[in-house]
C-alpha cells in the first residue's frame, strides 16, 4: 500500500491515571498488526495536557519500546507556553522517536506574528525534526497560510499536520514547496484522497479500527471504487456516531475494552459511558459492523514491568 496512514493513539490509563502498559501494548500492537505506517503520541485524542508529568514519560518511554523500528513514531509536545513547550521538547528529545508535534499554544490568543517567533525558536532549540500542528477547534487559533509559508523556510521545521477542512490543506499544498511535509488529518477522505494520489492521512478514528482503515485506502489504490466507498461510509458513520451521540474518548474505552485492549483513554474529568451506554453503543449496527471486522487483542504484555499493570 502506498498510502501512510499514521495512527493518533489513545493513552490506555489505570485507575490511578499512571500508564497502562498493558493495554497501551495491546493499543500498539494492534496498530501495527493492521498495517498502520506510523504514530502520533500524546496528540489530542492522547490527551496530553490532562496527563501527569510521570505518565507522559512512560508513554513516551514505552512507545518507543513497542514500535522498535515497525514505523514512524510522532509525539505531541505543544503545551501552553515556549517554557513549557520547551521542557517537554527536551524530554521527549531524551527517546529514540522521529519528531516532535507542536500544536499552537491555548488558552491565550495569539497572533500570526507570534506564532512565527514562537515556532521559530522551537525549531531553533530542538534537537529533533518539528512538525506543526494546527487544530483551531481546540485551540482557538489558526495558522494561516502565510504563517505557515514563512515557518516552512526553517531547516529544522518538517511540515505540518493540518486538522482544518481539506480545501485549507489543499490551497496550503499548492503555496508551499515540496520539501515541506503536509499531512492532511481527513478522516472522511481517506479513499478520495487515496485515489487522488495523496498518500499520507493522519487521524485519531484509525486507532479504533485500524483494519477497517487500512482496507479503504487499500480498495482504492486498486481501483476498486464502490469497496473503498463502503467502507469509507462505515468509517465515516461511525466516526460521526461517536462525536455526536455518545462522548467520544469514553466511548473509544468502551470499544477497545470490548476488544481486549484495556485501560482507560478518557482521564478525568472526563467521565466513563455508564452500564447503559456502553451497552446502548455496543448495540449500535455502525459500532456491530466495524468491530466485525477488527480482531480480537490479546490484553497482556508481553513485556512485564514491575508496578506497571
Known amino acids: 500500500m502506498q498510502t501512510r496512514l499514521i495512527t493518533a493513539i489513545c493513552t490506555p490509563l489505570a485507575e490511578d491515571e499512571s500508564l497502562h ?19 502520533l503520541v500524546a496528540g489530542s485524542m492522547g490527551q496530553m495536557q490532562l496527563l501527569a508529568d510521570e505518565t507522559y514519560r512512560d508513554l513516551i518511554d514505552y512507545c518507543v519500546r513497542f514500535t522498535a523500528g515497525r514505523g514512524e513514531l510522532m509525539v505531541g509536545v505543544g503545551d501552553t507556553s515556549f517554557a513549557r513547550t520547551r521542557d517537554r521538547i527536551r524530554l521527549a528529545e531524551q527517546f529514540a522517536i522521529d519528531a516532535v508535534v507542536i500544536v499552537t499554544p491555548y488558552l491565550v490568543k495569539h497572533t500570526q506574528a507570534d506564532m512565527i517567533d514562537y515556532y521559530r525558536a522551537l525549531a531553533d532549540l530542538s534537537g529533533k525534526p518539528v512538525y506543526l500542528y494546527t487544530v483551531p477547534g481546540f485551540t482557538g487559533v489558526m495558522l494561516e497560510a502565510d504563517t505557515v509559508a514563512a515557518l516552512s523556510e526553517h531547516p529544522n521545521i518538517h511540515g505540518i499536520k493540518c486538522s482544518v477542512p481539506w480545501d485549507w490543506t489543499r490551497q496550503l499544498m499548492d503555496r508551499v514547496g515540496p520539501g515541506f511535509r503536509i499531512i492532511p488529518a481527513q478522516a472522511h477522505l481517506i479513499d478520495q484522497l487515496a485515489a487522488w494520489g495523496i498518500r499520507e492521512n493522519l487521524d485519531g478514528i484509525f486507532g479504533i479500527a485500524p ?12 481501483g476498486d471504487r464502490r469497496m473503498a466507498a463502503e467502507r469509507q461510509r462505515q468509517l465515516s458513520g461511525l466516526l460521526q456516531l461517536l462525536i455526536t451521540k455518545y462522548p467520544l474518548l469514553a466511548s473509544c474505552t468502551a470499544l477497545l475494552n470490548a476488544r481486549g485492549i484495556l485501560g482507560n483513554v478518557a482521564p478525568r474529568p472526563l467521565h466513563p459511558l455508564t452500564a447503559t451506554q456502553r451497552e446502548q453503543l455496543l448495540a449500535e449496527p455502525l459500532v456491530k459492523q466495524a468491530q466485525a471486522g477488527e480482531w480480537m487483542v490479546a490484553s497482556a504484555a508481553k513485556t512485564v514491568v514491575a508496578g506497571k499493570p
Open 21 to 39: 502498559v498493558a493495554g497501551l501494548e495491546a493499543h500498539l500492537e494492534d496498530q501495527w498488526q493492521a498495517g498502520i505506517a506510523g504514530l
Open 211 to 222: 483494519r477497517l482503515t487500512v482496507s479503504i485506502a487499500e480498495a482504492a489504490e486498486r
